[in-house]
């Protein structure tokens, strides 16, 4: 397959590109881009907080960019530069984003997660008629999050990620699903959403083979949490769900609860959510570079552990001189270390 990818700063292409790693990291995590180019003319004191356009060209010519992003930093050598780019979620993210400050004088009650984001977008990030984050397609959640009550100090991403954690679709149950935030690439800019998690029986958007699209894999299947610890104020509760088939182990959750009912049914919930996701798979691919996170892949490579449907949770592409290699992550989430405790 022939590679030709494009760079564009500030919609000026740099002819010099010389490698690049794109990494769709998921769970709510910016996606970046790491480049590096031949030359090291380019003034890197002006090239702080540019706009960066990724044309991926791969096997034939994108009409739109798979990765745009904002340049958060350079460095150089004297035969080359490099920029590393974060995904515009940067604006309401991070270090450079502006702290919120939600208190009973100046709050958002009774507005929703997406009517939060719009108007901290509207008037704080997309002003002189520069959109810099799309809102074309951000649409509240089926189930809604809303930001009544709400009094924090965080960024405005921070303070709705951390709600999406701790929503799940219940409509089925036997597999409750989660809500992400993510970047959508338009013709124009990039656009802001609020994504569910697909049913497993969702049809496919990919089937990969030993015979068609599989390089290599690895798998790991990590140990099913049964049980979970619940601490709520001064409260204290241990849930267990299924028995134990890798020996104890459990993850531990620190969250206020109205009553120990609804603590109950958070921890149950949040048990079968983590149970869907033992499996680790890491896929080197020949095809799926332009899958969306959340995707269902149907897998076939001759393992009855791991053949079927699974969610596209991380995508990598490194390109260097010619040469281009995809890793799709499936399955496993990211988690957080603190979320995972391992008890004898």
Known sequence: MLYSPQIFIEGKEILELQQFTLTFQGSNQLNTLNATFSTPDLDKNALFGKKVELFLNCGTQDNMPIYRGIIKNISSSETSLSIQCLDPRTYISGNDAKTLVISDEDNYDGYTAAQFLRHVIDNNINKN???????????????????????????????????????????????????????????????????????????????????????????????????????????????????????????????????????????????????????????????????????IIDINVDSPEIDGPHRLVSKNISYNSGSMSLQLGLNKRPIKVSEFLSKA
């Open 129 to 295: 008629n520069v959109t810099n984050i799309g809102l074309d397609f951000l649409i509240d959640t089926d189930i809604l999050i809303n930001m009544t009550g709400v009094r924090e100090t965080g960024k405005p991403l921070d303070l709705i990620v951390s709600r999406l954690d701790d929503s799940v679709d219940e409509a089925t149950q036997d597999e409750p699903l989660t809500f992400v935030t993510d970047i959508v690439e338009g013709p124009n800019y990039s656009n802001l959403v609020i994504v569910k998690q697909k049913p497993l029986t969702t049809p496919s958007s990919l089937n990969l083979s030993l015979h068609d699209g599989v390089i290599d894999y690895t798998y790991k299947r990590r140990p099913t949490p049964t049980s979970v610890d619940i601490t709520s104020g001064d409260r204290f509760s241990s849930i267990q769900l299924g028995s134990p088939v890798h020996g104890p182990f459990s993850v531990e959750l620190s969250k206020e609860f109205s009553d120990p009912a609804e603590a109950q049914k958070f921890g149950i919930l949040h048990l079968k959510r983590l149970q869907q996701q033992i499996d680790e798979i890491e896929i080197t691919a020949s095809k799926g570079h332009y899958c969306n996170l959340e995707s």
